[in-house]
């Protein structure tokens, strides 16, 4: 059940860095750069925003009961696969570039996951 846990953890994470990302580029008089308070309140009141927090709430949630039940050296390097996984989804959803060091950065991580799962606990 503990990989169940880091998997909603994994899953929760991106999907509140992508909505974040979403509707931050869409308003960007919201963000501290353009330092707008009207902007960043209604950033902050949008649903879409809200939502991703929420997620990232739940996600601290299922992190804790992921490791409640796993040694944390176990479970910790799982967490790196949210870094992949956003970075393919705003190629896809964003248009951004996955160029040789994303592809060469992904495939290290993705390998420091694969031997650390592995080590004993």
Known sequence: MSYVFIALTIVLTV???LVLKWQASKRPDATLAG???EAM???LLNPWVISGFAAAFAAS???MAAIGKMPLSKAY???ALSFPTVGVLAVWLFNEQFNTP???GTALILAGVVVLSRAPA
Do not use: A, E, V
């Open 15 to 17: 999907y509140g860095q």
């Open 35 to 37: 330092m707008n308070p």
């Open 41 to 43: 309140l209604s950033l």
């Open 61 to 63: 949630l299922c992190w």
């Open 77 to 79: 390097p799982f967490m």
């Open 102 to 104: 994303k592809i060469i």
